[in-house]
């Protein structure tokens, strides 16, 4: 099963934010998803909102588009400091990162 299949047909609204805490700047993010995610002057990665800016407030989140559902979520899965979290918009419910059921 594909992971747009598993995000089901209608396309649920996702979205995804780091932990800057837990990042480790490796920027395996911003290779597999440089439309979601970007490192900072800092060298922390953070999400971008739908204009490309950066979003620097903590715990700041930023849709997940279904055509780079795929891209973010082996950005979660491929990250070191494990602080990458993709969650249904509905329930906030983490489908895809560390706390994941």
């Not at 739908?50 to 903590?58: K, V």
Request: hydrophobic share 40%.
């Amino acid at each position: 099963m594909t992971v747009q299949q598993e995000a089901g047909a209608g396309g649920e609204a996702l979205e995804v934010w780091i932990d800057q805490d837990l990042c480790t700047g490796d920027g395996i993010c911003a290779q597999y998803a440089p439309e979601v995610f970007e490192l900072d002057i800092d060298g922390l990665a953070y999400v971008k909102g739908s204009d490309d800016e950066l979003l620097q407030a903590p715990g700041a989140t930023t849709a997940v588009p279904l055509t780079l559902l795929t891209d973010v979520v082996d950005s979660a899965k491929e990250c070191p400091g494990e602080c990458i979290h993709v969650r249904r918009v509905s329930d906030r419910v983490e489908v895809y990162g560390p706390d994941a059921e």
